[in-house]
């Protein structure tokens, strides 16, 4: 287990090590994650090795939140004195991420 998730931290610290090297403006994260995505398609035998720990990790996906709840306690006079365009960016993202999911779909089906 530690290996394969010595193995997700590399993959991680490679988007990272990306995104900073090339002023990327896409996050370490997200890169990395592309980057073990196109790994699990080359090698087969990988997904089988990573997916112990990768159930491990979303089982106590609750805990990743906690860091974030807690900014934004600390926070809560900032939060609330700027609750209008919090709230605004929430609805805009969601209505796009709908459209755009509606659009692959869409796009995939024909």
Known sequence: MINTFATLLVFQTLGEGLAYALSLPI????IGMVLLFVYL?????AIHALAPTSMALLRHLSLLFVPAGVGIMVHFQRVAAEWLPIVAALLAST???????????KGLQK
Request: aromatic share 0%; hydrophobic share 60%; net charge negative.
């Open 95 to 105: 209505v796009v991420s709908i459209v755009v999911t509606a659009a692959v779909v």
């Open 41 to 45: 398609l080359v090698k087969d035998d």
């Open 27 to 30: 996050p370490g994260p997200v």
